[in-house]
């Protein structure tokens, strides 16, 4: 079969409803990449038409929003240029509305009063930042799914900040309990997909920890050895690091990656790496040649999947989450993930923007995104508008005034507040404050984010899931290296598709890993390859995958797919620390914390400024901003 013949078998020539790129091809106005849908919407100014939970493609890091950022970076922003001052001051200007500038803003009304004056400004064409929401309609009924931050992980860990803003949005973490069917899934298992370019063919294995594993493993396409070794690994509880104390081990195992935990300890042979590879990408966004083996053991993996080989050190259990502490299972999931909290923070901070009064009501709401930056409004979130510069109104130690200049409409534009915070990626700070010391940018530009890639494919329903007894697959060497079936969540008049004959959407990771590279250059090759990579060719990838994966079970993807969204996060998690490659230094000698020092009525947020890529960590750097600007003197 031809290249063309085979496109159209997979549904290639399909339009899907509301696909906001062709291709991957955005146009082109006033300087600025716009969705067409979206530049509609701005010429009429129709609120109802302007809606970006419903587009679909490339979303996440969507074109437009890094323009000029890549411009700063690469010294060729055209500074000269005068900025048209808009006249307007504020109490206090946000850069970047995700849930840590939202978080920001939120904090610092409520010190403040209601009537300080506020603006977000966003590069994006919504606000969320990571927690973005994802719509689709199949079958007449809307599915929701969660463009990048997925849960309230742990929140009994959250810190009396972070928990006191939950319980300001009326978020009552407990209704999940009821709301997040624990019984849907349980009959189902996990699978592990084997792609012929990796392991000679493609074969699915279902019921992967249901089977015991010596006769699971005669099903698959390993070699003899690997099929002993995993089988080993995963039943036999050896202590691999004999002799050592608890202490002495976590120091050996915080230098070993998992890769070498496997083979130079656990004495397997090489054959067992593929199989194991991609199991780190989810967390770490880089396969387990570059992943410690202390990291996986205190952090788990929150799907149920065990790693092998650790049972027997003597640490217990370490498969269910971020803490070895952790007691709460993975199930604080709004239907559109941690949009849902961005959602509640933006009706907090404007009630008209978003209807109702409750944690259930905002899932079904619909935003009216004309509401968002009204001059009667106290508080304005300005979309679309990438700052390139955020500096003091004079002598950095008497000012009263940060000068915020932003592209948007590609005219360069400026506001003054009397305080600055930075919400955004942290390492593009120095790029947007040039008077910082340069200890402080050098700390800053070590935070390299990890890139991923969200995929979400609604699909017309999910009885071959059903029908093969398994609710999420591996897929370690394939282009998207996990599929699973969304969270279950019913909440409020938003009803989970329950029965196998109805719509479902797919969720898919893909992590652009560099195998053999450092933690930081793999980040950075990464996200080169994402930029660079069309949204055709992200479509038939999926496609083809897809067919590959659950052809032979009756999945026709030309007739089965209703649409696709490929959240992009070229810059995706925030860059936590890797002992593999990063030096041992003191707390308060660490990247993260010298980077996010005040300097002057500027303050840093984002969970960057954490080192961890959660959403109590976006939110307790924020209360740390707010603090900050609050001690400044007026």
């Not at 935990?261 to 989810?282: G, H, I, M, W």
């Not at 300005?382 to 109104?393: M, Q, Y």
């Not at 979400?456 to 899931?465: E, K, L, Q, S, T």
Request: glycine residues 8%.
């Amino acid at each position: 079969m031809n290249d063309k013949k085979r496109d159209c078998a997979l549904g290639m020539d399909r339009s899907i409803t509301r696909r906001d790129f062709l291709n991957g091809v955005a146009l082109t106005v006033g300087g600025a990449l716009v969705a067409p849908n979206l530049l509609n919407a701005t010429e009429k100014g129709s609120s109802s038409e302007y809606y970006p939970p419903a587009l679909m493609g490339l979303r996440g890091n969507h074109e437009g929003t890094y323009t000029y950022a890549h411009e700063l970076r690469d010294g060729v922003f055209q500074e000269s240029a005068q900025p048209l001052k808009t006249d307007e001051d504020y109490d206090l200007v946000i850069v970047g509305g995700g849930i840590s500038g939202l978080a920001a803003a939120h904090l610092y009304r409520k010190k403040a009063g209601k009537n300080a004056k506020i603006l977000i400004l966003d590069n994006h064409d919504d606000f969320g930042g990571h927690a973005k929401r994802n719509e689709f309609r199949a079958a007449n009924r809307m599915l929701l799914g969660y463009g990048g931050t997925q849960s309230i992980e742990s929140p009994s860990e959250y810190s009396p900040a972070a928990k006191q803003v939950l319980k300001d949005l009326g978020i009552e973490t407990k209704r999940f309990y009821k709301d997040y069917d624990q019984k849907l899934y349980s009959h189902l298992g996990t699978a592990n997909f084997f792609d012929k370019e990796t392991f000679g063919q493609d074969k699915l294995v279902t019921a992967m920890f249901e089977t015991p594993w010596q006769e699971w493993v005669k099903q698959t396409p390993l070699s003899e050895a690997a099929k002993r070794d995993i089988a080993r690994v995963y039943t036999e509880k050896v202590d691999y690091l004999p002799g050592l104390s608890p202490k002495e081990k976590r120091a050996k195992l915080a230098k070993i990656s998992y890769a070498d935990y496997l083979t130079k300890y656990a004495k397997c042979t090489p054959e067992v790496l593929p199989f194991f590879q991609s199991r780190t990408n989810d967390l770490f966004c880089v396969n387990i040649d570059a992943v410690p083996t202390l990291a996986i053991l205190e952090a788990g993996d929150d799907y149920g999947i065990p790693y092998a080989g650790l049972d027997g050190l003597g640490f217990g259990n370490q498969s269910q989450g971020r803490s070895e502490h952790k007691q709460e299972p993975y199930i604080f999931h709004f239907p559109d993930g941690n949009a849902s909290v961005a959602r509640l923070l933006v009706r907090a901070l404007m009630p008209g923007a978003i209807p109702g009064d409750s944690m259930e009501d905002v899932v079904t709401a619909k935003a009216d995104y004309s509401t968002l930056d009204r001059a009667d409004s106290p508080v304005r979130i300005r979309l679309n508008s990438t700052v390139v510069r955020a500096k003091h109104v004079g002598d950095v130690a008497t000012s009263k005034q940060v000068e915020v200049q932003y592209m948007r409409d590609g005219k360069l534009q400026s506001v003054t507040g009397k305080a600055c915070i930075m919400a955004c990626y942290n390492m593009m700070v120095p790029y947007l404050c040039p008077e910082l010391p340069q200890v402080q940018k050098d700390a800053l530009a070590e935070g390299v984010k990890a890139p991923l890639v969200y995929t979400h494919v609604a699909i017309r329903n999910w009885d071959i899931f059903d029908k093969l007894k398994m609710w999420q697959v591996c897929c370690p060497g394939s282009y998207h290296v996990y599929v699973a079936l969304d969270f279950p969540v019913s909440i409020g008049e938003y009803k989970f598709p329950s029965k196998p004959s109805e719509p479902m959407v797919l969720f898919m990771l893909r992590t652009p890993c560099k195998p053999g590279l450092s933690q930081k250059d793999q980040y950075r090759a990464g996200r080169m390859e994402l930029f660079t990579t069309p949204y055709e060719t992200f479509e038939r990838n999926i496609r083809e995958q897809l067919s590959r994966m659950f052809g032979p079970y009756g999945f026709d993807s030309a007739r089965d797919i209703e649409g696709i969204t490929v959240n992009r996060w070229a810059h995706g998690y925030a860059y936590g620390y890797n002992s593999l490659f990063d030096p041992d230094v003191p707390e308060d000698q660490r990247p993260h914390i010298i980077g996010r020092k005040q300097f002057g009525r500027i303050s840093i947020a984002n969970s960057d400024a954490a080192a961890t890529a959660y959403t109590d960590a976006a939110i307790d750097m924020a209360d740390r901003a707010v603090k900050e600007v609050l001690a400044l003197k007026s």
